[in-house]
């Protein structure tokens, strides 16, 4: 599986946001743009908090049984597995949300009667803000969930057997 790179992740953000943007001057244009759901960022932050708190767990699990602590749990493959593909699948859902709230912000924000969507423009915004917490705790969980260098020169690879 390939590491998300910011790089990409930024490349989602900036054209969906830019699509967002387009779509919400064309909805104002026909019609009033609809509110902003105040549960977004509460649910983004909780999606970050649920990857921090897997990233820490599997942080101190794998500490642990490198420095051959007694008593170390180890981490099984396959739990390891599944926490990279929800930290990475967030990370990618998150960047395209947060990308619409951008847009629909910034549409917001342009209006002449700013008072009027005031609230709405702050929620988009801490919807942004808990949307890159989300990406920032994925990367953290995938740079955890990375295996080790291979001193025979491959990277991330099983040693070969003798």
């Avoid at 005031?118 to 990375?146: D, E, S, Y």
Wanted: charged fraction near 15%.
């Amino acid at each position: 599986m390939k590491p998300l790179r910011l790089r990409l992740l930024l490349g989602i953000f900036v054209v969906v946001t830019a699509l967002a943007w387009a779509g919400a001057k064309l909805w104002n244009s026909l019609d009033t743009l609809p509110g902003t759901p105040a549960a977004a960022p509460v649910v983004l932050a909780a999606v970050a908090v649920v990857l921090l708190a897997v990233a820490i767990s599997l942080r101190g699990r794998l500490k642990a049984v490198r420095d051959r602590a007694p008593g170390a749990k180890g981490v099984d493959p396959l739990l390891a597995a599944r926490a990279l593909v929800l930290g990475q699948a967030s990370a990618l859902v998150s960047a395209v949300v947060s990308g619409i709230y951008a847009g629909f912000g910034i549409e917001l924000l342009t209006l002449p009667d700013l008072d009027a969507h005031h609230g709405p423009a702050i929620t988009a915004g801490f919807a942004v803000l808990a949307g890159a917490g989300v990406v920032a705790a994925a990367l953290w969980l995938q740079h955890i969930c990375k295996l080790p260098e291979d001193g025979e020169g491959g990277k991330g690879t099983m040693p070969s057997p003798r």
